[in-house]
């Protein structure tokens, strides 16, 4: 299946891009995603499929779009 991610803020240099369409397999899950792309799975972050956000244990699918940012707190 193909999944578009798109990644925020220093997980962009984590990952070594800022948009790319992924092949993964079928019944992949985003904390596959997370372990194709390389992003630590303890890493503080939020992640969301098609505006929506989700855990890593949630089944992705064909034609998702999936984002991934740092939670960030500021005032």
């Known amino acids: ?8 803020g ?17 019944g992949a899950t985003t904390d596959d995603l997370l372990a194709q792309i390389r992003i630590e799975k303890d890493r ?3 992640v969301t499929r098609n505006g929506k956000a989700v855990s890593q244990a949630d089944a992705l699918s064909d ?12 005032g």
């Open 63 to 74: 034609g998702d779009r999936v984002v991934i940012s740092p939670i960030y707190s500021g």
């Open 1 to 8: 299946m193909r999944v578009t991610v798109k990644l925020i």
């Open 44 to 46: 503080p972050k939020i």
């Open 10 to 26: 220093p997980m962009i240099y984590a990952a070594g891009f800022s948009e790319k369409i992924l092949e993964l397999s079928d």
